[in-house]
């Protein structure tokens, strides 16, 4: 208990009975018809790869056992009508017809969006449809309660409008690229794709180590590995410090054209090539060194510097975990938000006190998750530390005057599926 009687909140995940039962009577509610199916999509929780996968890199997210869910119906026109639990419950209405990117304002671009770009993809079969959405995947959190909302879309026009995609690893490639064009061109969000294929294509008590590079199959690209904490005696602490999270203010897309621009000096596709060509050289230290020094410019050195250091950090850590080397995988966790933290700037105050705070209380090794400027921590940790850990840097919280953070119990869990 905190001098201010400020317990840490923990965010248990929906039941899926009850998930399933709220968004069918939020339909019911809202569109006077029971709707023809409950489809759902986690978030996730990026174990570490940051900022990497728009440059064609490595990293390796779980699903959250955090879902969100939509009862949907297909309509006969091409308006689409949406309310959600996470707002005012107003319905929202949008016109396919005409539609073009950016053209939607606030929550119901994404899943509009998702339409739109299907229709956009030569899926003129896709019209409109009823929505009511249920959620408790925290909003800016950095765990990308966004993808949760375009993926379980995706799922379920898909199967109302017969596309036949969701059924095999390669055909929900299709459905994210979808969710990605309606958060990247709709939304103005942009992202990789590391969150929807997280979404997308993540299984139970596995890690997706995913290789973002655009020459890459679906199956390709894409490797289950084993994630047991509790064989290891850890357990994985999530803690969102409710420090505010925008992905559409600038700075993300800022970072993005940082990176192609260094790859443009540097005479490759993007800067997995280079991180390749260092990884392979007789000295890779020495290497670094002569790429950075070919670039003109501080910041870009330092950009360049995170990306393929990033990159040697994903495999290292896979590594690490698959020989019980718990160890070296907190000094992984370590090392990647300091460089997030020195050479990408996207930490903010909130993330680098729940870090310290974390480290201080003895884990193995925290980090900040998600493309940052807010967001949530992971910190990896003794099975059974987590709710103490959490408490202390709620503390510590309320000693700064920080919002009041909130903890996830996580599990590496399912995909995006049909619940109903």
Known sequence: MTSDNRTVQYLEPMESKEAVGRAAELFVDTFRTAPAGVWSAPGRVNLIGEHTDYNAGLCLPIALPHRTYIALSPRKDRLVRLVS?????EMTTVDLEGLEALGVEGWAAYPAGVAWALREDGFAGVQGFDAAFVSCVPVGGGLSS??????????????????????TDAGRVKLIDAAKRAENEMAGASTGGLDQNAS??????????LDCRPELDAVQSAQQEPFNLGALGLELLVVDTQATHQLNDGQYAQRRSTCEEAARILHVDNLRVTADQIAASADPFQALKETLDALPDPTMKKRVRHVVTEIFRVRSFVRAFASGDTVEAGRLFNASHDSLAADYEVTVPELDVAVDVARHHGVYGARMTGGGFGGSIIALVEQGSGRTIAQAIADEFAHRGFAAPRALPVAASDSARREA
Do not use: I, P
């Not at 639990?85 to 419950?89: I, P, S």
């Not at 966004?146 to 995609?165: E, K």
């Open 200 to 209: 997308m294509r993540c299984k139970a008590n596995r890690a997706l180590l």
């Open 146 to 167: 966004s993808a949760a909302m375009t993926c379980s879309t995706a799922l379920a026009l898909d199967d109302v409008y017969d596309l036949g995609f969701g059924g």
């Open 85 to 89: 639990d996470m707002g005012n419950r």
